[in-house]
């Protein structure tokens, strides 16, 4: 029974230590720094709770504890007090939403990260259906969504949950063209029983 205990405890500890982990931005508009000093450059700013990489060891400079991360296609040093460790799964949810085009035959691009300065890693038609992954981290003006299995993300206004631009065009076409239909049939009959008098 001793023997047992000891191998479950060993168990329990050993799934502990390899649960999956993330490091994330503990609050909002974390920096990214070309170089390991707060007068360098800010290359982006991570929102609170999102996830980054770590590329090397932590290290300390100047009395500042600096990580190495990789944020999407951006990559630089963030002050290590601003990142945190999670062991918990993020919570989120699924929701389906199409993307959809402000002009006729304009291609929506889907990036890496939220904003437009990311890389351009697809780009999809008006209608395309996405997964937009709903969480409590604030993206801007941008949707994070799954895309061929990886993060991604989309810009809210080529995103909808109801009629996409085809969509509504279409909508548009096909009452247009009923209602002439319908006013040509109407001419029609009234020829008709204008021409019997």
Same mark, same amino acid.
């Given at each position: 029974?001793?023997?047992? *205990?000891?191998?479950?405890?060993?168990?329990? =500890?050993? @799934? @502990? =230590?390899?649960?999956?982990?993330?490091?994330?931005?503990?609050?909002?508009?974390?920096?990214?720094?070309?170089?390991?000093?707060?007068?360098?450059?800010? @290359?982006?700013?991570?929102?609170?709770?999102?996830?980054? =990489?770590?590329? $090397? $060891?932590?290290?300390?400079?100047?009395? #500042?504890?600096? %990580?190495?991360?990789?944020?999407?296609?951006? $990559?630089?040093?963030?002050?290590?007090?601003? *990142?945190?460790? +999670?062991?918990?799964?993020?919570?989120?949810?699924?929701?389906?939403?199409?993307?959809?085009?402000? &002009?006729?035959? %304009?291609? !929506?691009?889907?990036?890496?990260?939220? +904003?437009?300065?990311?890389?351009? !890693?697809?780009?999809? &038609?008006?209608?395309?259906? *996405?997964?937009?992954?709903?969480?409590? #981290?604030?993206?801007?003006?941008?949707?994070?969504?799954?895309?061929?299995?990886?993060?991604?993300?989309?810009?809210? &206004?080529?995103?909808?949950?109801?009629?996409? @631009?085809?969509?509504?065009?279409?909508?548009?076409?096909?009452?247009?063209? =009923?209602?002439?239909?319908?006013?040509?049939?109407?001419? !029609?009959?009234?020829?008709?029983? +204008?021409?019997?008098?």
């Amino acid at each position: 029974m001793k023997k047992f *205990l000891i191998t479950a405890f060993c168990a329990v =500890l050993l @799934l @502990l =230590l390899t649960a999956a982990s993330s490091v994330r931005a503990i609050h909002d508009n974390v920096p990214i720094f070309e170089e390991p000093d707060f007068d360098s450059a800010i @290359l982006f700013t991570i929102p609170r709770n999102a996830s980054v =990489l770590p590329v $090397e $060891e932590e290290f300390v400079l100047d009395n #500042i504890r600096w %990580q190495k991360i990789k944020y999407g296609s951006f $990559e630089g040093y963030a002050d290590a007090s601003s *990142l945190y460790v +999670s062991f918990q799964e993020p919570s989120f949810t699924v929701k389906h939403i199409k993307a959809t085009s402000l &002009k006729m035959g %304009q291609e !929506i691009k889907i990036y890496d990260i939220n +904003s437009e300065n990311g890389n351009v !890693i697809a780009t999809v &038609k008006d209608g395309t259906k *996405l997964q937009r992954i709903v969480s409590d #981290i604030d993206y801007g003006d941008f949707y994070e969504i799954s895309f061929n299995n990886q993060r991604a993300f989309v810009q809210k &206004k080529h995103a909808t949950h109801s009629l996409t @631009l085809n969509q509504k065009t279409a909508l548009i076409v096909g009452a247009v063209t =009923l209602a002439v239909i319908a006013a040509v049939f109407a001419l !029609i009959m009234f020829i008709r029983r +204008s021409a019997r008098r």
